[in-house]
């Protein structure tokens, strides 16, 4: 048996990363004659990280700007996306119809809370599950998030993408919610929660006093771009805020990113603290994402899937979510209290928040930890219920 491995894999999103590692345990202890690869936008991380044999998704990665006069400029772009779109086109039919199975580990692949274009994944993705309907291959989207998707071109790729897969299971009720308002999603479909939580949890450092603050690149969603740089330069002003309260408190400071483009944010909020209580060290995996957060006695993650492993570790979280994801994880723990929409963010807020949630940390982490327990168990079924759709002929 050949199962194909698709999306925004090894690009140097941790949270991506996570729902593959969680995937690949799965079919290798489930599948384990079974002939692995995968389509991704960075092949050689999977490569090197995981030995999964990875091909290159999107033709146009890494290609270098058009230059020239305005006109020429958008000639060439223009070109491109039309001759990226049609070879890419064929690349993912050729790599599909290779394979019995291709799955879609996870992610927020239905969702546009992040820019996107609609000639990247959702091209993509459309292609990778018509190609699927076609050959007659079982395409399954596993625990994966979505939304309702306000513009035209991405909303019809996506639902498409998703409509045509033989396996559809959703992260939280919001997620699936959102695929019936776009008829993305079948009676049969199911909530499963994120795969992150069935990852083992490794031997972690004792906590210490340090409080975890996750920083993200945040430039809005699609209808932003305009507005892009100032939506970054004032989220960044109040994540600055509210780690100098943090200081002043006498608290230490790790900062976190859940994705290499986020690196470059953390860098700017450490050198206008330029405090030797805040610490960050660099790292891309999922390991060493889980150590760093085993030091700290709190979690303030903004990135989606820097709340979801605070939460994963029994750590009191609040989460500044930039989608409806956020709300929905806390829902699904308990704690949905401690929270906050990042287009309202209030840094004086915030620490009002870290100040109550220590005053409620054993209530917290019993309810977390109670949690926990429930979303394993499910997840369990989830991964039966995959075998049972993709390799003991239920249809």
Avoid at 23 to 31: F, G, M, P, T
Avoid at 82 to 110: E, F, N, Y
Avoid at 132 to 154: M, P, T, Y
Avoid at 237 to 256: H, I, N, P, S, Y
Wanted: hydrophobic share 45%; with cysteine.
């Amino acid at each position: 048996m050949r199962i194909g491995l698709f999306g925004r894999l090894g690009s140097g999103n941790i949270g991506n990363d996570a729902t593959l590692e969680a995937v690949l345990a799965y079919l290798k202890a489930e599948r384990p004659d079974a002939v692995l690869d995968s389509l991704c936008s960075g092949p050689e991380r999977v490569t090197e990280r995981y030995g999964v044999p990875a091909a290159q998704l999107g033709w146009l990665a890494g290609s270098q700007p058009a230059r020239g006069p305005k006109p020429i400029r958008l000639a060439v772009s223009l070109g491109r996306i039309v001759a990226g779109s049609v070879i890419d086109t064929w690349r993912i039919m050729s790599w599909v119809r290779r394979h019995d199975v291709v799955v879609i580990p996870g992610m927020g692949v239905l969702e546009t809370t992040l820019p996107q274009r609609p000639w990247e994944l959702p091209w993509s993705q459309f292609v990778m599950s018509l190609s699927g309907k076609l050959f007659g291959v079982k395409v399954a989207f596993v625990s994966v998030g979505a939304n309702v998707i306000r513009e035209r071109v991405n909303g019809w790729l996506l639902s498409r993408s998703a409509r045509l897969a033989y396996y559809r299971s959703f992260r939280d009720e919001q997620s699936l919610g959102a695929a019936q308002k776009m008829r993305m999603a079948g009676l049969s479909d199911q909530v499963y929660p994120d795969l992150v939580f069935a990852l083992p949890t490794l031997p972690i450092a004792p906590a210490g006093d340090s409080v975890g603050v996750g920083v993200m690149a945040f430039p809005g969603g699609d209808e932003d771009r305009a507005h892009a740089e100032q939506i970054q330069e004032e989220y960044t002003a109040k994540m600055t805020q509210f780690v100098e309260r943090l200081l002043a408190d006498g608290r230490r400071v790790r900062l976190l990113i859940g994705d290499e483009a986020d690196e470059a944010v953390v860098l700017d909020v450490q050198s206008r603290v330029q405090s030797a209580h805040v610490v960050y060290e660099p790292f891309t995996s999922t390991d060493e994402l889980m150590n760093q957060l085993g030091t700290v006695d709190t979690v303030i993650g903004t990135r989606f899937h820097t709340v979801l492993f605070g939460l994963k570790l029994g750590k009191p979280t609040i989460a500044i979510g930039y989608g409806r994801k956020h709300l929905a994880v806390m829902e699904q723990f308990g704690v949905e209290e401690w929270f906050q929409d990042i287009r309202e963010l209030d840094a004086e807020r915030l620490y009002k928040q870290f100040a109550a949630l220590q005053g409620e940390r054993v209530r917290v982490v019993g309810t977390i930890d109670e949690r926990l327990r429930m979303v394993r168990g499910r997840l369990d079924e989830q991964f039966a219920d995959l075998t049972a759709v993709l390799f003991g002929g239920r249809s």
